[in-house]
């Protein structure tokens, strides 16, 4: 056992290893070439090569199926939250979908990613996305986050080899504010509420109770694998959201469109859960 155990950790910080050492690369530009929106794109480090950097150039890239389900549910003039812009293709296909009568508010957590979804807003000469530099939660408080490209919020009760990514990439802290208190400040509310958080999608959802009591359009990614950590459910999210006041639609997995859902069956994976107010 102890050396079926030892296999296994070795591979893991192989692997680890492996990543880490694949995360910087030099930056580089390509042209994202959508059917109705064409983008010059910074590559900034591997895990955004692996993500966005798979079409060869000048061809027209279809919309991945969320793409093309998120761009049903948006209108013109919608003001958008997006909570988790990694490098910030999404936002600036938003930016297009909703018109410049519509806003942008996306947040990232990570610096680095940041730093990338900023030159990339720049560089398109973009206008309607701001761009804020924080992360989300259930409180205003500090965070230890992994130090890698795909970063999340380190649980407190992190169990199995969590330590060791800990450790190999290292943690950053970082500012959490809620959106409650943003949508305070700053006196907007969304129309459309999207949430990729690596798992900590409910303490964002808890921050966010007077924004959902207006009922704003949702796309939520749900990490049902690693709910857990956090000490919450797909069961808590469907509350926190009050699931019974919207048309819901579940896409199974990224190659598949999103299908009607039944609030009896069970999600037992990663999902993206789409969202519109019942009329």
Partial sequence: MTQIFNLQLERKVKKITQAIKQQKIKKYIIKKQFKDVSLDFVIGDSEGQHWYDSTPQNLVEPLSPEFSFIKQLTKSGDIVFEC????????????KWIGTEGKVVTFEINQQNAVIARQNIELNNINNVILEEQGLGSHKSCQKIFNKSNSSVTPDNMISLG???NFIYGTNEVEITTLDDYVATQSTLPTFLKIDVEGYESEVLKGATEVLKTLPKLEIEIHTEILSRYNTSVKEIFELINIESYQTWVQWSDEEEPQPFNLQSEIDRRVHLFAIPKT
């Avoid at 988790?84 to 930016?95: C, N, R």
């Fill in 84 to 95: 988790g812009t990694h490098h910030g293709l999404t936002a600036m296909l938003l930016s």
């Fill in 163 to 165: 330590w060791l990514k």
